[in-house]
């Protein structure tokens, strides 16, 4: 008896990991705290160490360490993995539209689907009978390498799939690192004296060759699925949507055309989103949807006829760097940017461009007056990437680093770091960044507040801090210029609305150093109150997950200013929400919900299930009754499939359950 409850402990603790698992690395949406499912992991661990013999090879314990090596093996693929043919411009996606239309009765009716291109790397996964059991690289097509091992650590990849899925499935996607991941990487081997990564496509593929899994488990890698080979839906769109189901992560950003000029409109409209994401992209998949007109349209060497990739031209521009403007942020640290002569770069002008720091300037010896290369690889603002040195006519001049603040005329300093800082605490420039900052999409969100408004409140005296924002009136609001009735009433119930934002909101706004929007998120959630977590010592805050000692010295020092303990003070009288009391368990509808399992679910087992409704929220009964609110029916449901009929009580299958549990209703 005890030896069956610790393994129905042991199962339903897989199924909650599983779940917060797909949150945190497919949905990009976690709800709870990294310490929250540390402990999961430890207590299944716990029961595993117990009970080796039954540890399954699905388990999330099992991603790395598992059972075989990396061997890096050939394996000759199911099918061939294809490539792309590529092209740069609007008239070779004309051609190649007709090249489809030509290949198919006249007449037919042709959808195409668009997607991002990712740059990563290729691979196929294996699932048999929803267990992930093999993973290759394209290698030559036909051949590719063993990498089963180190893909298994990948946390977006599944291990069990969930949903309808069939007995054998081959999906292919990308392995790709993320940006963040990569700059990390990049900065973690710099400080180690290694070679960093030309860029984030080699970093994942140098990751995805380790010989030691727990290198790559390390790596951050991630994995978007693109295609299905064996098991495929009849059209492709429909597979996509299909692998969704089954846990995979898709691109939000694909779409269904049925016109060329539609599919040039997406092409157009993508190159600029893609730089706000988060991964790297070189490009637009254009792809038949209908999987019968694939099958007629073949393919040629290695490049299916029915798909083909447009390639973006790279962005860069060159112009004249004018000027160097000196401004200082939030922090007090003055940050250069070039003042450039307008240019156009994708599709928008730029006049302006990041040049991040003095040292930066530096290396790349610039000089006012110098031809630049701009580009906007990744980023949203460009960067200048060179200088054209060999076109210098000798009349350009060399950068002269401010010795006063050119916001306040205080003098600056430079320590041993690369920042240069205004010495002055109380700069004009720190209250209105700092309440820009505050008012911020990611912070306390306060629509129509952007950085113009905050400036002209900053200037006509009615704000120095944030607590003065909720003191505003009508009044004062309608004397600012371009401020009409309607906007200052506007923009005083964006600010009204603001007071019940969550605890973490208010953290991140308050510009602590090194607390980002993820980090005020982790403290929100462990603990709960701003009280708490001005009570919490360093070595408190330090034994958190994903919170190092800079930070905790960072969050206790600033509590520990009393000009900071007043404007917590003043925003606490303004009736600023000072807690967190967002849970997972209120915002999942099966909260409070009376559930009843019959039958043989298809992936879950009971015990799993019955976890996962209990773990948010819900009742868990055998029998039905008026007061059942679900029943949630498998193979073979019997008797109380037919009451429920009878009372009418609602019946969902496994994926409607899944659908729920995870949010999605
Ligand atoms: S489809 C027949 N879709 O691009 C299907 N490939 O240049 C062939 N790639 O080897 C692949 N994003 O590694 C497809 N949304 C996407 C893709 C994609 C990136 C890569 C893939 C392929 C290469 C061809």
């Known amino acids: ?71 890096f093996t050939q394996v000759t693929h199911l099918t061939p993995l294809l490539s792309l043919g590529n092209i740069f411009s609007f ?57 089963t091992a180190n893909v298994r650590t990948i946390r977006s990849i599944p291990l069990v799939l969930t949903g309808d899925y069939p007995e054998l499935l081959d999906v292919r996607g990308e392995v790709y690192m993320p940006r963040h991941a990569f700059m990390k990487l990049n900065e973690e081997r710099a400080g180690k004296g290694e070679d960093e990564f030309a860029n984030p496509r080699n970093a994942a593929a140098g990751s995805l060759r380790q010989l030691d899994p727990n290198v790559t488990a390390k790596r951050s890698l991630s994995f978007f699925a693109y295609f299905v080979g064996d098991g495929a839906r009849e059209k492709h769109s429909e597979s996509l949507a299909m692998l969704k189901s089954f846990g995979f992560k898709v691109s939000e950003n694909y779409k269904v055309v049925s016109s060329i000029e539609e599919a040039w409109d997406y092409i157009e409209n993508f190159s600029a989103k893609r730089t706000a994401l988060s991964y790297d992209t070189d490009g637009a998949v254009i792809k038949v949807d209908a999987v019968y007109q ?35 942020g939030r922090t007090g640290v003055l940050t250069p940017t070039a003042v450039l002569t307008l240019v156009k770069l994708s599709g928008s002008t730029v006049s302006r461009a990041t040049l991040h720091n003095v040292d930066f300037i530096r290396d790349k010896d610039i000089r006012i007056g110098d031809r630049v290369i701009i580009n906007k690889a990744g980023e949203i603002i460009p960067e200048v990437l060179r200088v054209e040195k060999g076109r210098r006519t000798g009349e350009e001049k060399e950068v002269t680093v401010p010795s006063l603040c050119p916001e306040c005329g205080w003098s600056v300093t430079r320590g041993n770091e690369t920042a240069i800082r205004c010495t002055n605490p109380h700069c004009p420039a720190l209250g209105r960044e700092g309440l820009i900052h505050f008012a911020s999409r990611d912070a306390m969100d306060i629509d129509g507040c952007g950085p113009a408004v905050i400036t002209q409140l900053v200037d006509a005296g009615l704000i120095c801090d944030a607590a003065d924002l909720f003191s505003l009136n009508k009044e004062d609001l309608v004397k600012i210029e371009r401020m009409g009735e309607k906007s200052a009433e506007n923009l005083l119930s964006a600010i009204a609305k603001s007071r019940e934002n969550e605890l ?45 000692d800079k930070i905790a010295e960072s969050v206790v020092t600033w509590f520990s200013v009393p000009s900071n303990l007043d404007l917590i003070e003043r925003l606490k009288t303004a009736g600023v929400k000072m807690d967190f009391t967002q849970s997972v368990t209120e915002v999942n509808s099966f909260y409070g919900k009376a559930l009843v399992f019959t039958g043989t679910l298809p992936t879950l087992g009971r015990a799993e299930a ?56």
């Not at 073949?298 to 112009?319: H, L, M």
């Not at 982790?522 to 805050?541: G, V, Y």
């Not at 429920?644 to 949010?663: C, M, N, P, S």
């Open 1 to 71: 008896m005890y030896k069956e409850e610790r393994l129905a402990e042991a199962a339903a603790l897989r199924g909650e990991i599983r779940h917060h698992e797909y949150l945190y690395y497919v949905l990009d949406a976690p709800e709870i705290t990294d310490a929250e499912y540390d402990r999961f992991m430890v207590r299944l661990r716990e029961i595993e160490a117990e009970f080796p013999e039954d540890v399954p090879e699905d388990s999330p314990t099992q991603r790395v360490g598992g059972r075989a090596a990396p061997d």
């Open 91 to 147: 008239d070779e996606l004309k051609a190649f539209d007709e090249r489809v239309r030509g290949g198919l009765p006249k007449g037919s009716r042709i959808d195409y689907v668009m997607e991002p291109k990712i740059d990563g790397l290729a691979c196929s996964l294996i699932y048999e009978n929803g267990k992930f059991v093999r993973a290759a690289t394209r290698g030559d097509g036909s051949v590719g390498e063993n990498v």
């Open 294 to 328: 694939q099958r007629i349209l073949g393919a040629t060497g290695k490049d299916p006829r029915w798909a083909i990739a447009f390639k973006y031209p790279p962005e860069q521009a060159e112009t004249t760097l004018e000027d160097i403007d000196w401004r200082v």
């Open 504 to 548: 973490d909101r208010l953290l991140f706004a308050l510009g602590i150093r090194h607390v980002g929007a993820k980090v005020a998120r982790t403290l929100a959630m462990e603990f709960k109150s701003i009280k708490n977590l001005m009570e919490a010592d360093e070595e408190r805050l330090a034994a958190i997950r994903n919170i190092g």
């Open 610 to 665: 019955q976890g996962m409704a209990l773990a948010v929220g819900a009742k868990v009964s055998g029998s039905v009754s008026r007061k059942t609110d679900y029943v949630i029916a498998g193979e073979d449901a019997g008797s109380k499939l037919t009451k429920a009929g009878q009372l009418g009580v609602k019946i969902i299958d496994e994926t409607e359950f899944l659908k729920i549990v995870r949010g999605g209703e």
